[in-house]
């Protein structure tokens, strides 16, 4: 990683931690790459269940930080020069990055969350935001467009006009606000609490499931009907009859086998994913 992103990866969750807490996790060039750098590794640990995206200090993401990118010219001129490129690029990355982990990512936000920041937190599965934490979509404020991925992003969330009026606007909404409109999931005073709650949800479920799920919803979320079950039919292909998926059936019939029987708070000893997607 970089100075400016920490990477800890415990019990199969990878937490990673924005960490430039002086500048609000203001986004650099050291920054950039090194989100990107995480999901490149993120995406080879294969007994991986689940990321955590937060920040240091007070602020999850407070944006692009226009200085680094513009005041130092070859910056300038490569950051203005990939906006010809026909590919994806490394601001886009920095968001659509996350949609390739085969495992719930879970963005923690607090404080400002503006520009990049909420385009980094879109790229999440889920957003779990404090009741006071501030959320914009900022660029037209700076004379911009939204980028980074996040008009992609919002085509998933949010109504066309509800998207258009935030982007003229630039309006600044607090968690419980942007929560309502559905650009965050859920609210809670301890964000971290609750993510670390959810994981452990996720994790007693099959990892080649909540994979496999991940990925079919993606691909079929403004698809064509046909398109859609073409997709359906292919991952469940793709799972079904796999051990993970007979352990996970097994499990199931062992619990409707006895009324009474609660559910195990630990996971099932699953094996490691092992279907490519």
Not at 114 to 130: C, K, M, T, Y
Not at 150 to 166: F, N
Not at 170 to 194: D, N
Not at 217 to 226: H, I, N, T
Request: include cysteine.
């Amino acid at each position: 990683m970089s100075d400016r992103v920490q990477l800890q990866i415990d019990g199969g969750t990878a937490t990673l931690s924005l960490n430039r807490p002086d500048k609000h996790n203001g986004v650099d060039r050291s920054m950039l790459k090194g989100v990107i750098r995480a999901q490149k590794q993120l995406k080879r640990e294969r007994a991986l269940r689940a990321v955590i995206v937060r920040g240091e200090g007070p602020s999850f993401c407070a944006g692009i930080d226009a200085k680094d990118f513009m005041l130092n010219p070859l910056r300038a001129v490569l950051s203005v020069g990939s906006l010809f490129s026909p590919w994806r690029n490394a601001f886009q990355t920095w968001s659509l990055g996350f949609r390739e982990l085969g495992v719930p990512v879970i963005a923690v936000i607090h404080g400002n969350c503006f520009g990049a920041g909420i385009q980094l937190a879109l790229g999440a599965d889920i957003r779990i935001a404090r009741p006071d934490a501030r959320v914009s979509i900022m660029e037209a404020r700076l004379g911009l467009v939204p980028d980074m991925g996040g008009p992609t992003l919002l085509r998933e969330l949010l109504p066309l006009d509800v998207a258009k009026e935030l982007t003229m606007t630039g309006r600044i909404l607090s968690g419980i606000e942007a929560c309502e409109l559905g650009l965050v999931t859920h609210v809670s005073e301890e964000p971290l609490a609750r993510a670390a709650a959810l994981v452990e949800e996720i994790a007693a479920r099959s990892p080649d499931a909540v994979a496999a799920g991940k990925f079919l919803l993606q691909r079929v979320w403004g698809a064509s009907e046909y398109m859609s079950l073409v997709h359906e039919r292919g991952y469940q292909r793709r799972v079904i009859g796999r051990p993970n998926q007979r352990l996970a059936l097994q499990r199931s019939q062992k619990k409707r086998a006895t009324e009474e029987a609660r559910e195990d708070a630990a996971a099932p000893n699953y094996a490691p994913r092992s279907i490519e997607f």
